[in-house]
């Protein structure tokens, strides 16, 4: 019998992901639960779902879990974190729920340096409803509600959340990574393990933008989308840590 | 016994929350209720507890509904424009069956409206003020030892049940001084194995959630929600009655427009018209029975509001529409005055013969 | 029933609230029934202020005071506004030094005190409306000589120790007075 070199983590119920062929969303809940299953946190863990295609989050982790309305899944997790501050809460959002109808929410969390871990996963356009613009959807993308192309003279640019955020005192770490190829879901998983980590060590605020794609909204093929995203998402926003207050502060 | 004191409505409704141990509060300003969350700012950090000036009413309800996860008593506390803020989060604690206190110190709407006392938020209190099928547990307390007595009960009634309730006081309750006792109180253990309390890799996940995309499994929920809500409607109603023994007239109010009935009925009385009052101390579920059946010897009805008349739709529903109701109401900050309502009491007995 | 209701009206800033406070928790240690319900809103920022006082001796219906047996006046508006409402028989203190015009009612006793006047002479010039209630308790006899100390000690916090000993005295200026 050979060994195991790779099996689902103890994190991740045995339920079938709902999401679409080529959808990364599987390859990030992946990352969540070893990061989860790695720090050994999993008992006392409670996870936040928000509203958007990972609405049904509740279904695919082992912990706790409490799903938020649209946007307030910051605000759930304070509730939640304030409630037990031994517990480790984390909150799971796409880029309308987290950078549209929840700016303030997602805001004010990080001015406060709430001691919660945010998963933002950023594909640029609103997949649950079926492909419409996203506060993230790049100038001149074509979506079911531009589908002319996002006209900036009229509805305005994208939203940068890191490089915005990078700009309060309160957020402990701030990190853009993309899960487009191996390499990157390297580093995704060690920036999504260091921002559960912080939380393990009170250190604070902690999220982690992952860029990822929609093959089915964007009407690519799933290899495809990874090129798209390489060659329009990453130019527009650059992967990097915006903020690590812990590591400046050792730098110094 | 604790000391009888001095307290503003808005100050007692804290302390008594905290009394029924209500460890975390999230608010956000507003008049004319914002001693709660300048009491409970002051009182939290002295007693462990938590207090979160939140950034918006929209993030308290939601802060809410995160400790109300957890199994912990929680409170909010607005008054109505904040309220039609936390709508949202309201529907989905009712949604989740999470228990928590919402206070509604009530102001002059509709839209910004004024500052002044009101109850013109009476329909988006009993009809549950967000979307889908639900209700809250709705008190109305008409004096500050009655705001500390019911926040205690509303918290107990909310776990029993898993439904959120909302204290629904006004402008004029909230700011008032009267003497008041907060004794220690009761506080009812009930089922929290549904609470999120990380599961010590001991349990099956518990998840609050109110979403289901099987219809069947939704109808499902509500169905099973609203035999709950048959059982409150059974086992909850309040009421108090006044001067009712010999009464022909009958002054339905609650809160504060019940403070100004009572001088009202007692010039009534000393006209020698009979009248006496039923106070509802819930307004969901509302005492119906008792206004039912006080059909066969009353010969009409007197409300007396400050809002437009929206109870008096619960009175006509309630007596089946057998005896006149005639209103007495002011709005937008206006309180009725007892000679409006004297007015109207003599109206109604001159109705008289009409049975 | 013996119920007595007051309304006191003035300036935001003049202590009217205050002053009616000082009122009801002479209910409290004497185990009346008691509400204390101030004007609340823009008004307390410099606008007009007043604050209702219902004494009893059972429960209280209403503690919003419409028709007051006792009116305590401390600017003109106050007087113009609250003037008509005051029960027949009823008591009108007037603040002399600042409403210039005499009560037109005949049917009220009136009292004319230059309370803000005094104040500022005997250095207490915050206290005005404290030497008004100094004299209403003298001519209604509402509470008890004996609670003053208790109530000052009471509503005026320990830090400010010498404020106590200045109330006290305001009210004592006040009870002294003769028209």
Sequence with gaps: MGEIVFQKPKSLTDNQFHYCPGCTHGIIHRLVAEAIDELGIEGRTIGVASVGCSVFTYNYFTCDMVQAAHGRAPAVATGVKRSDPNNIVFTYQGDGDLASIGTAETVHSAARNENITIIFVNNAIYGMTGGQMAPTSLPGQVTQTSPYGRDVNTVGYPVRICEMLSQLEGPSYLERVAVNNVKNVKAAKKAIKKAFQNQVENKGFSLVEVVSTCPTNWGMTPEKAMEWLEQNMLPYYPLGVYKDRYAEEEAK | ?355 | ?179
């Design chain 2, 1 to 355: 016994m604790a000391d009888k004191v001095l307290m503003k409505g808005n100050e007692a409704i804290a302390e008594a929350a905290i009394k029924a141990g209500c460890m975390y509060y999230f608010g956000y300003p507003i008049t004319p209720q914002t001693e709660v969350a300048a009491y409970m700012a002051k009182r939290m950090p002295k007693i462990g507890g938590t207090f979160l000036q939140a950034e918006s009413e929209i993030a308290a309800i939601n802060m809410c509904i995160g400790v109300a996860s957890t199994g912990k008593r929680v409170m909010t506390s607005s008054s109505s424009p904040g309220i039609s803020l936390k709508a949202e989060g309201i529907s989905y604690m009712a949604g989740c069956d999470l228990p928590a206190l919402i206070v509604n110190v009530q102001r002059g709407g509709p839209g910004l409206g004024g500052i002044q006392p009101s109850q013109s938020d009476y329909y988006q209190a009993t009809r549950g003020g967000g979307h889908g099928d639900y209700h809250l547990f709705v008190v109305a307390p008409a004096s500050v030892q009655e705001m500390v007595s019911l926040t205690a009960h509303a918290f107990n009634v909310a776990e029993k049940y898993r439904v959120p309730a909302m204290l629904l006081a006004d402008g004029t309750l909230g700011q008032m001084m009267e003497p008041v006792v907060i004794d220690e109180v009761e506080i009812e253990e009930h089922d929290k194995s549904w609470a999120l309390t990380g599961t010590k890799c001991e349990r099956e996940h518990n998840v609050i959630n109110s979403l289901s995309m099987l219809p069947e499994e939704l109808e499902q929920w509500n169905i099973d929600r609203y035999e709950r809500y048959a059982k409150m409607e059974k086992e909850e109603p309040m009421w108090e009655e006044y001067m009712m023994e010999d009464a022909d007239i009958c002054v339905v109010a609650f809160g504060i427009a019940s403070r100004v009935s009572r001088n009202a009925i007692k010039a009534a009385r000393e006209k020698g018209v009979k009248v006496g009052m039923i106070r509802p101390i819930t307004l969901w579920p509302f005492p119906k029975e008792v206004l039912l059946a006080s059909t066969d010897k009353v010969k009409a009805y007197v409300t007396v509001e400050l809002n437009m008349g929206q109870m008096a739709e619960d009175v006509e529903l309630a007596t089946h529409c057998r005896r006149p109701i005639l209103k007495a109401n002011r709005a937008g900050g206006c309180i009725p005055s007892p000679e409006q309502v004297l007015a109207q009491i003599e109206a109604a007995n001159e109705l008289g013969g009409e049975q």
């Design chain 3, 1 to 179: 029933m013996a119920q007595t209701q007051m309304l006191f009206a003035g300036f935001g800033g003049q202590g009217i609230l205050f002053s009616g406070k000082f009122l009801a928790y002479d209910g409290l240690f004497s185990d009346k029934q008691v509400s204390w319900l101030p004007s609340y809103g823009p008004e307390m920022r410099g606008g007009t202020a007043s604050c209702s006082v219902v004494f009893s001796d059972e429960i209280i219906g209403s503690p919003i005071v419409s028709a007051p047996d006792i009116l305590v006046a401390m600017n003109l508006p106050s007087l113009d506004k609250y003037e008509e409402s005051v029960v027949p028989g009823g008591k009108i203190f007037v603040d002399s030094s600042l409403v210039e015009r005499k009560v037109s009612r005949t049917d009220v006793t009136t009292y004319y005190i230059p309370a803000t006047k005094i104040a500022a002479e005997q250095e207490m010039p915050t206290l005005a409306n404290m030497i008004l209630v100094g004299k209403l308790i003298r001519e209604t006899g509402i509470i008890g000589e004996e609670n003053i100390e208790k109530i000052i000690d009471k509503i005026v916090s320990a830090r400010h120790a010498a404020l106590k000993d200045l109330n006290k005295k305001a009210i004592a200026v006040g009870l002294a007075y003769k028209d």
